[in-house]
């Protein structure tokens, strides 16, 4: 096996280089459980970080909100084909027929067609998950369900909605009885009343003058499901090995695990494919079932599964190029455990053209896009008052034969594409999983 200790020294090299503050890192071997940490929970208040701080983990809550959902259907209290109005009669969407037509099969693989990327509240009552469902009906319906994938946070408030209704309590509650407890993952949080007692990473945004601690929170309750756990190392790594097997019949059996990570949806860029919800890809031959999260650029995360190994690796960061630092963190598994080393193919790139410049809508931001496809994210004012951050400019490419698009300046692999309607149009910018609807 790999020396551990070249990890740590990459952990702890990187991490000061990217301005990270900490992070914790878990990984999982030849049935041996290893973690490593480096740096500070927080600037303000430096405490080191170990393999039981807690780290918001945001989206990778969504393969426990899916858990908890196939429990349900195993038990058959639910249908993973039925529609969504059987379970939540009145629910209503902008698009009458998409309402009617939407199941939960659409719902778990990101296939609702409905904008995906929607305003929180700022209510931490029992009532505030069905409040917002209520307004789901000013949705814009952007493809009809089953059509398209596209990343979609609110399909997964939905989600949690169903949860609440079928098992009859709230969602954090339903899912620390179905999954959290019967994994052990004692150390897994949904509020910050019970977080703020117990040692825990705040969130940072990177200045010229070095990362500064970001006074907010993240979530409100009605984003539970779709991000919302606060959860250690330790804990995640429990979670990696039920889902690798290393784990009885609760919350869900053998089959339902693997139903979970097969293919249920084909997508391009920049996965081969979506499960039930996880996202798939492949390295070197081997398979990847993974997800990750972002609390508003301030506190990101990955969770990569290679099933065929018995392998997990899971990193929590507590700034933006925490993003950059797991990727590092993953390849360098990847290739010194599992011998899956990334082989960088440059692709072949062709002049950008103007058919593709516009301004491109995905809800709580646009993309401008400009004649050379260097596309900036322009989030609304209002979410940059509330002191969310941005993301950097991108400068993109075309890849010859298609409309495909990657990253001008490391153009080894397809990150996105333009798709087109039936007139031939350029009508949606598909990057980082989501459709953007062209308005301009």
Same mark, same amino acid.
């Given at each position: 096996?790999?020396?551990?200790? *070249?990890?740590?020294? !990459?952990?702890?090299?990187?991490?000061?280089?990217?301005?990270?503050?900490?992070?914790?890192?878990?990984? !999982? $071997?030849?049935?041996?459980?290893h973690?490593?940490?480096? &740096?500070?929970?927080?600037? /303000?208040?430096?405490?080191? %970080?170990?393999? /039981?701080? !807690?780290f918001? #983990?945001?989206?990778t809550?969504?393969?426990?909100?899916?858990?908890?959902?196939?429990?349900?259907?195993?038990?058959?209290?639910?249908?993973?084909?039925?529609?969504?109005?059987?379970?939540?009669?009145?629910?209503?969407l902008?698009?009458?027929? +998409?309402? /009617?037509?939407?199941? %939960?099969? *659409?719902?778990?693989?990101?296939?609702?067609?409905?904008?995906?990327?929607?305003?929180?509240?700022?209510?931490?009552?029992?009532?505030?998950?069905?409040?917002?469902?209520?307004?789901?009906?000013?949705?814009?319906?952007?493809?009809?369900?089953?059509?398209?994938?596209?990343?979609?946070?609110?399909? $997964?408030?939905?989600?949690?909605? #169903?949860? =609440?209704? @079928?098992?009859?309590?709230?969602?954090?509650?339903?899912?620390?009885?179905?999954?959290?407890?019967?994994?052990?993952?004692?150390?897994?949080?949904?509020?910050?009343? =019970?977080?703020?007692?117990?040692?825990? +990473?705040?969130?940072? +945004?990177?200045?010229?003058?070095?990362?500064? @601690?970001?006074?907010?929170?993240?979530? $409100?309750?009605?984003?539970?499901?779709?991000?919302?756990?606060?959860?250690?190392?330790?804990?995640?790594?429990?979670?990696?090995?039920?889902?690798?097997?290393?784990?009885? =019949?609760?919350? @869900?059996?053998?089959?339902?695990?693997?139903?979970?990570?097969?293919q249920?949806?084909?997508v391009g860029?920049?996965?081969?494919?979506?499960?039930?919800?996880?996202?798939?890809?492949?390295?070197?031959?081997?398979?990847?079932?993974? *997800?990750?999260?972002?609390?508003?650029?301030?506190?990101?995360?990955?969770? %990569?599964?290679?099933?065929?190994h018995?392998?997990?690796?899971?990193?929590?960061?507590?700034?933006?190029?925490?993003?950059?630092?797991?990727?590092?963190?993953?390849?360098?598994?990847?290739?010194?455990l599992?011998?899956?080393?990334?082989?960088?193919?440059?692709?072949?790139?062709?002049?950008?053209?103007?058919?593709?410049? &516009?301004?491109?809508? +995905?809800?709580?931001?646009?993309?401008?896009?400009?004649?050379?496809?260097?596309?900036?994210?322009?989030?609304?004012?209002?979410?940059v008052?509330?002191?969310?951050?941005?993301?950097?400019?991108?400068?993109?490419?075309?890849?010859?034969?298609?409309?495909? @698009?990657?990253?001008?300046?490391?153009?080894?692999?397809?990150?996105?594409? $333009?798709?087109? /309607?039936?007139?031939?149009?350029?009508?949606f910018?598909?990057? &980082?999983?989501?459709?953007?609807?062209r308005?301009?």
């Amino acid at each position: 096996m790999a020396d551990l200790n *070249h990890l740590q020294s !990459l952990l702890d090299n990187e991490a000061e280089s990217l301005h990270v503050p900490g992070a914790a890192v878990g990984v !999982l $071997f030849d049935g041996a459980e290893h973690v490593l940490t480096t &740096g500070v929970t927080s600037v /303000d208040a430096p405490a080191p %970080v170990t393999g /039981d701080t !807690l780290f918001q #983990i945001g989206s990778t809550t969504k393969t426990v909100t899916a858990t908890a959902i196939m429990h349900l259907v195993e038990r058959g209290r639910l249908d993973l084909d039925g529609r969504v109005r059987q379970y939540l009669p009145g629910f209503r969407l902008a698009d009458e027929q +998409a309402a /009617d037509r939407l199941t %939960v099969r *659409h719902l778990l693989t990101h296939t609702g067609g409905f904008l995906g990327d929607i305003d929180d509240g700022d209510s931490w009552d029992t009532s505030a998950l069905a409040a917002s469902i209520r307004t789901y009906d000013r949705l814009p319906q952007l493809f009809p369900p089953g059509a398209l994938a596209s990343y979609n946070n609110a399909g $997964f408030r939905l989600l949690g909605r #169903i949860i =609440e209704v @079928v098992y009859g309590e709230p969602y954090e509650s339903a899912v620390r009885r179905i999954v959290l407890e019967p994994l052990g993952m004692n150390d897994s949080f949904f509020f910050p009343w =019970e977080v703020a007692t117990r040692p825990h +990473a705040v969130g940072h +945004a990177v200045r010229e003058e070095g990362p500064q @601690v970001a006074h907010t929170w993240g979530l $409100f309750r009605e984003g539970m499901a779709e991000g919302g756990l606060v959860s250690s190392v330790r804990d995640q790594l429990r979670y990696a090995a039920f889902h690798l097997g290393a784990g009885g =019949e609760e919350p @869900v059996g053998a089959a339902t695990r693997e139903l979970m990570q097969r293919q249920h949806v084909e997508v391009g860029v920049p996965w081969t494919g979506i499960g039930l919800p996880w996202l798939l890809e492949e390295q070197a031959g081997v398979r990847l079932v993974s *997800h990750g999260g972002n609390i508003g650029n301030l506190q990101l995360s990955t969770f %990569v599964l290679a099933p065929e190994h018995g392998f997990a690796v899971t990193t929590l960061t507590n700034s933006a190029p925490g993003k950059v630092l797991a990727k590092l963190v993953t390849d360098w598994c990847l290739e010194h455990l599992l011998d899956a080393k990334p082989q960088p193919v440059r692709l072949t790139l062709r002049d950008p053209a103007p058919e593709y410049a &516009g301004s491109y809508d +995905a809800g709580q931001w646009t993309f401008e896009v400009d004649k050379d496809l260097t596309a900036r994210f322009v989030l609304r004012p209002d979410l940059v008052a509330a002191g969310v951050e941005g993301m950097p400019d991108m400068s993109l490419a075309l890849v010859e034969g298609g409309d495909d @698009v990657t990253i001008a300046t490391d153009p080894v692999r397809a990150v996105g594409r $333009f798709l087109r /309607d039936d007139a031939g149009d350029i009508a949606f910018l598909h990057l &980082g999983g989501r459709a953007a609807r062209r308005i301009r």
